[in-house]
């Protein structure tokens, strides 16, 4: 039997496996870093299946690490894992939010080194309780309060489980080493940098991301050249000043609102890049004690994006030079925080010509579409520059999937019949890179 035929075939038998892990990681969704159940059940499976598994420290670099919760919040959701089920020796090891896992398999035979990725994570987002809503009338809606799977991220980690089963099984015939890398917080693009700057990726010759979704709405339908992702960066400003008595002492008083004011009306006021897309948002701003107090504390919420990495670093170095002189200005003091970012790139344009004929062989799929503009950010992008920086060739593919909702939507839910055509394209994708 051809090793495509044995894939279809373990495909087919992991099938109901594979929806029943989506259902279980969604009724468990965990948001990022505190991903301590979903990412202890990978790496007691990946152990299973036979792979070197590296968690926490190993593969999560605590220094890159951004929007990190609390502590506190980090030991509860622990504990919270733990009671429903996580292994409780991972669960330690993954100490202060680093739920990162990775499964290597080395082969046999040498050739090229491939990596998979795939997010663990949930939204902040309480999921709908209507009877319309699929997970909620069949009973597999989350039941932690303030996390959600609303985009389909329980769906990845459950394709990357079904993968690396598939890839076990087929062990004696694969050449060269492949890694699953399961990332936690990729909401909020925190959590890829991290990965990365412990250079897990540094040796790999071929990476593939993937997503279900976005612009293919329909199952079916697959996009193996994804362009347009934005680099991003994401920034909270703390501005702060002195309180004063606005009527008997204004004058003592170092107002930090007009500083935060001054800041975000000439962060708006950025110019425009000729080189590609620009932008900028403060989402929030949140000033003041009082009336009649000189406010002493406020805080902006910002991003930046760009059509490329270095677009985004002007925004970005223009956002820091704008957010201190406003401060400089007012006479108060700002602390400003990197609380997430991405890369902007672009997929291998070979590395996609070659998966997007993988996809035509499979006669799976019903739409090949040859050029998909994502006009998102994710930070899979990460990983992906880090790899065409070393000499190796990155792609991401948008795997289609009927969606009840839109992403993020309290109601969002996919096709569970896309899970099968992803396992067995990204199975029959990673097999033939293997055995280049
Ligand atoms: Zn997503």
């Not at 993937?210 to 960066?233: D, P, R, W, Y």
């Not at 950025?270 to 932008?279: A, L, N």
């Not at 939507?409 to 097999?431: G, I, K, P, Y």
Request: with cysteine.
């Amino acid at each position: 039997m051809s090793i495509n035929a044995k894939i279809a075939e373990l495909t087919n038998k992991l099938e109901s496996t594979t929806i029943e892990r989506r259902r279980d990681f969604h009724r468990h969704a965990e948001a990022g870093w505190t991903e301590f159940r979903t990412a202890s059940i990978v790496a007691d499976q990946l152990t299973k299946l036979g792979y070197k598994v590296q968690v926490g420290d190993e593969v999560v670099d605590s220094e890159n690490m951004m929007g990190v919760p609390a502590s506190s919040e980090l030991s509860n959701q622990a504990s919270r894992a733990i009671e429903q089920g996580a292994n409780p020796e991972w669960v330690n090891k993954m100490e202060g939010g680093k739920t990162g896992v990775m499964g290597i398999m080395e082969f046999n035979k040498p050739g090229p080194t491939i990596a998979l990725r795939f997010d663990l994570d949930a939204n902040d987002a309480n999921e709908a309780e209507t009877n319309e809503h699929r997970p909620y009338s069949e009973k597999f809606n989350s039941i932690n309060k303030g996390a959600m799977h609303a985009c389909g991220h329980d769906g990845h980690t459950a394709v990357g489980l079904a993968v690396a089963e598939i890839i076990a099984e087929l062990k004696g015939e694969l050449r060269g080493t492949i890694k699953f890398i399961f990332q936690p917080a990729e909401e909020g693009v925190r959590g890829a940098k991290a990965m990365v700057a412990k250079g897990i990726v540094d040796d790999v010759d071929y990476l593939l991301g993937m997503h279900f979704g976005f612009q293919l709405k329909k199952t079916g339908q697959i996009a193996c050249n994804v362009t347009g992702f934005l680099a991003t960066s994401k920034y909270d400003a703390t501005f702060t000043g002195v309180p004063a008595h606005a009527g008997a002492a204004p004058e003592v008083g170092r107002n930090a609102l007009l500083a935060a004011a001054a800041a975000v009306l000439n962060l708006h006021a950025i110019p425009r890049h000729s080189e590609g897309t620009s932008r900028i948002n403060v989402g929030t701003m949140q000033a003041g004690s009082g009336r009649n107090v000189i406010a002493p504390k406020a805080v902006i919420k910002l991003e930046t994006r760009g059509g490329s990495s270095t677009i985004n670093k002007f925004m970005s170095d223009e956002a820091y030079r704008i957010i201190n002189s406003a401060a400089t200005m007012h006479d108060v003091k700002v602390e400003i925080t990197e609380m997430g970012g991405a890369a902007g790139c672009s997929n291998s344009p070979e590395l996609a010509d070659d998966l997007a004929k993988v996809a035509e062989k499979l006669g799976i799929f019903n739409e090949i579409v040859p050029e998909c503009d994502f006009g998102a950010s994710e930070d899979c992008s990460y990983f992906m520059e880090r790899v065409q920086e070393k000499g190796g060739q990155a792609a991401y593919t948008l795997i289609g999937a009927g969606l009840a909702a839109g992403h993020h939507d309290s109601c969002f839910d996919f096709d569970e019949n896309a899970l099968a055509m992803a396992v067995r394209f990204v199975s029959t994708a990673a097999t033939d890179l293997l055995l280049r």
